[in-house]
């Protein structure tokens, strides 16, 4: 399964036009949703989150394996769109499976509120590994490497034991101490699992530290830092 969800201010021709973090003010805002990996006929619930509370969501079937989607914020009506900490997120019977945190105001997105705990160390559990990599190919790492320079986007591969094959996987971006972006795997039996960090359309990740984390509701599978220069 793979999500990237954009939040921008306008989407034309179907590409994100000013992707961001952060907006100073808007009244409307988009998130371009690309979804790739659920069965088609799935239903998935869609939702606007401003300060931890639900202002706006609906549900949106899969049509097509690979489906493209587009979800608007218009708060015209309301004097614009309120300032805080914001969250389009994405969900399967209650369980999460993407979601992407932005701000709107004052509040930089350095201050974002996370409640995830802080990221581990290098780590892999017993019959597991997790590779970070520039691409991934049949479910398989290209160009494994610790460090990246100037790239719009990093993959990571989590292969776990067969017996494990049907577990439900969260997987969690870092840059620092802060969250990035979260992505939930449900377990088909497969035996080699595939995340993607993609940056905005027309950008480069940010420089920095950064960490991917793999775990079970109750167990931490693997967790690999890397750089982007």
Known sequence: LTITIIICRDIVNGEPVDAADHFDA???????????????????????????????????????????????????QA?????GHWELRLEIGGATIASKLFTVGATAPETQVVTAEPPAPDFAAPGYTLVVCRDVSDQQPVDPADSF????????????PEARAADTIVATWWRGEDVIVTTT??????????FRLVAAEGTVLAPGQYRIEGKTADRLLGSKSFTVR
């Not at 808007?26 to 790739?36: D, Y």
């Not at 401003?50 to 708060?75: C, F, H, I």
């Not at 004097?79 to 300032?83: A, F, K, N, V």
Request: hydrophobic residues 45%; negative net charge; glycine residues 8%.
């Open 149 to 160: 320079e100037a790239v719009s986007e990093v993959s990571a591969v989590l292969t776990v």
């Open 185 to 194: 795997w449900t377990g088909t039996g497969a035996t080699s699992v595939a």
């Open 26 to 76: 808007a009244n409307k805002l988009w998130g371009r949703l690309r979804i790739e990996g659920l069965p088609t006929q799935t239903h998935t619930d869609v939702m606007w989150l401003w300060e931890g509370q639900v202002v706006y969501n609906y549900t949106m079937p899969m049509k097509v394996s690979v489906q493209t989607a587009r979800a608007s914020l218009d708060m015209t």
């Open 79 to 83: 004097g614009g769109i309120w300032p």
